[in-house]
């Protein structure tokens, strides 16, 4: 069943009428995920690949059942969509928009926390259960079913990952983009938590990078909570000058904290394997998994 997503959740798009909000709800629908609405203000009435379009997440949901979103709204304006759709129950909101201004990204969360909502993002190209659900942007093909758990801050890593694994037959259970913005919904140890419970989940993998001190505090977890099951974890950036934003919004190294050195020796003191570079999660996570 793999965590979060499954063959069961219905899904609405909010942005579904823009370019991108319907490209993706085309590949989405192909993968098997679904969706059963859309919501673009002013738009109600119309269908996008034959799903129709509403001008609230309200009527969408009333009309639906559905219990997840993904949102395609342009920054300025996607929090507010965020919002809307938590005000309407929505359980899992997936956000795939960049440049949130900060300020309404901690509104967004806040307010998640205070309804026992889930946010994966902002700026994540979204979350895949392998065969059952794709909420995202990911190349579906190259994933595969089957017992690794794959959670990431960066979203060409996961896919290079990904199909290594899938090459060398080691499907995985659910990968999980966190999003590369300084704040952002669901962290390491969120995910850590919930493959821990998952019965399909029996290794998992952390995508890392600089900036910020999620893959610190995730090595600490698992070190402190003895956790159960194997870890291999890679860190993008080793040679980054500092000060420097490097692709996404929060991997910038601030003064000493955030540097790849300071992630690889938290995990290494966790006794987590760390692949020097992305081809050898494969490798690393085979030999785990023989013992």
Known sequence: MGIIVNKNTKAIVQGITGTQGSFHTKLMLEYGTQIVGGVTPGKGGTRVHGVPVYDTVEEAVEKHTANASIIFVPAPFAADAALEALENGIKTVVIITEHIPVKDSINVMAYANQVGATVIGPNTPGIITPEECKLGIMPAHIFKSGNVGMVSRSGTLTYEIAAGLTKRQL??????????????????????????????????????????????LAAEYIATEDYPKPVVAFIAGRSAPPGKRMGHAGAIIMGKAGTAESKIEAFQKANVEVAEKPSDVALLLERLLKQ
């Open 171 to 216: 499907g995985q259970s659910t990968c999980v983009g966190l999003g590369g913005d300084p704040i952002v919904g669901l962290n390491f140890i969120d995910v850590l938590k919930l493959f821990e419970k998952d019965p399909q989940t029996e290794a998992v993998t952390i995508i890392g990078e600089i900036g910020g001190n999620l893959e610190e």
